[in-house]
């Protein structure tokens, strides 16, 4: 099986490249990548590479992920609603044109964060800002092109490498005595290896021969650890865990905040927790709690500090 992996260097993408090397030749591609070059900024870099590489399976794990930059306009706004949008359109059709399967990462941003218990996938989206518009226009792409696919959606998500709130809160409590964190928005961090995993998982499911065929599997999932917590009861847990294996030694103070103690231009969803139900009705999948799954990810990460 052939299979493209667009976002290459992503860190739900760095984990894909071992995970999905069990279905086939992964072939990992962005905007600088050689010999093959994708760029969801150029719709016609998408369509001539699918059509070069005639791949069996389309992964997608590229975004635009300046949530603050997409409301500022300048352009930002016009390029999130590219990658994450129209480019979808684009890439599900290339994809249709060579019978690929795709599968799409997308975000619990397209919902209000209003909710009072775990979101499903078939409740109503109603995305506050751009970023979360962006991510459910390429849902909508991609569900009307027709395509073979596979939309699973998942949220704060972090992961020994990359831009994340782990790394970031790990230089931070290196730097600082003390840190005010915010404490009214609720979510399931998500260890970027946990959804790599659990893609190659629902993949191998679906093989057959050299083809994914997913059958009444096909549609929307939502893909996030176990549990909920708070951002604040996320730096909390990371401060603990990492002074317990010595990543960090010094002593820090953590202040809990409320969202409106730290305005940002894009409104954060008060609380993006994610059902993994239909995950586990249709698949047998569940990910483990999130506070598991970051012990893993900071015992690797204590290994190449």
């Not at 009705?281 to 799954?293: E, H, I, N, S, V």
Request: net charge negative.
């Amino acid at each position: 099986m052939k299979i493209l992996l667009i976002g290459r260097l992503g860190q739900v993408a760095w984990e894909l490249q071992r995970e999905l090397a069990c279905l086939g030749d992964v072939i990992a591609v962005d905007r600088h990548s050689k010999p093959f070059t994708l760029d969801l900024a150029d719709n016609d870099s998408i369509v001539s590479t699918v059509a070069v590489i005639k791949p069996d399976l389309i992964v997608n794990a590229a975004a635009y992920t300046a949530v603050d930059k997409a409301e500022q306009g300048d352009g930002f706004t016009d390029v999130a609603m590219q990658v994450n949008g129209t480019a979808l359109g684009v890439l599900a059709a290339a994809a249709k044109k060579c019978q690929a399967t795709l599968v799409h990462y997308s975000t619990d941003y397209v919902f209000d964060g209003n909710a009072q218990s775990p979101y499903v996938e078939m409740q109503a989206t109603a995305p506050q800002g751009v970023y979360g518009h962006s991510k459910l226009v390429g849902e909508q792409e991609i569900i009307a092109s027709g395509v073979d696919h596979l939309i699973l959606r998942t949220a704060w998500v972090y992961g020994g490498r990359g831009s994340n709130f782990l790394l970031t809160m790990l230089r931070l409590m290196q730097e600082r005595t003390s840190l005010g964190i915010v404490a009214d928005q609720i979510g399931s961090p998500t260890w970027s290896r946990q959804i790599a995993s659990a893609t190659a998982l629902m993949l191998v499911q679906c093989r057959h021969a050299q083809r994914i065929q997913l059958g009444d599997k096909k549609g929307i999932y939502h893909l996030t650890c176990a549990g909920s917590a708070s951002w604040f009861d996320f730096a909390s847990s990371i401060y603990q865990q990492a002074r317990q294996m010595g990543i960090l030694q010094g002593e820090v103070t953590l202040n809990p905040l409320t969202t409106n103690d730290y305005p940002t231009p894009a409104k954060r969803p008060a609380y993006s927790v994610l059902s993994g139900e239909k995950l586990y009705d249709q698949f047998g999948l569940r990910l483990p709690d999130w506070q598991l799954a970051l012990t893993d990810c900071l015992a690797e990460y204590a290994l190449r500090v």
